[in-house]
């Protein structure tokens, strides 16, 4: 059954990406945002300030429906009318690229070996305590009355 033959009690249970997937599909052509959305609001009888009101939330649908494509900056197609070309190159390239990667991934960490050497070096091992034990004898006891004065 066409989505225009549809019963407007049964269009009314259908969300807009839903009754857009289906103009799109019937029509087989693509459509800018608005005149797909005005398309939908005229099947669901929607008024000029509903249009107005909805068309922002109606393309935020459109863009997080994946069986939508955004063509050109301008019209709406399904994802299903095209392909998708992946050209996998297996050329030499690649095999001299990944050995100088790793060339480099050897050199980062002999670099980062030395730094941490250096860093070592300065610094000097004291065990926690004896700083508690410092931190305790810096501590005075004072009375209550001695904090009113």
Request: with cysteine; hydrophobic share 30%; charged share 45%.
């Amino acid at each position: 059954m066409s989505i225009r033959e549809k019963d407007k009690l049964d269009l009314e249970l259908m969300s807009y990406t839903d009754i857009a997937y289906e103009i799109i599909k019937e029509d087989k052509k693509q459509y800018n945002t608005p005149n797909l959305f005005r398309e939908v609001c005229n099947l669901l009888e929607l008024s000029e300030a509903e249009f107005e009101a909805k068309i922002g939330d109606f393309f935020t649908a459109l863009t997080t429906d994946k069986r939508f494509i955004l063509m050109d900056s301008v019209n709406w197609d399904l994802k299903e009318n095209h392909v998708v070309k992946v050209v996998v190159d297996d050329g030499e390239d690649d095999a001299v690229d990944v050995v100088d990667d790793e060339e480099e991934s050897e050199d980062e960490e002999e670099e980062t070996t030395d730094e941490d050497d250096a860093i070592e070096d300065d610094y000097t091992d004291e065990s926690d305590d004896d700083y508690m034990e410092d931190d305790l004898e810096d501590l005075n006891i004072v009375d209550e009355d001695d904090i009113e004065e």
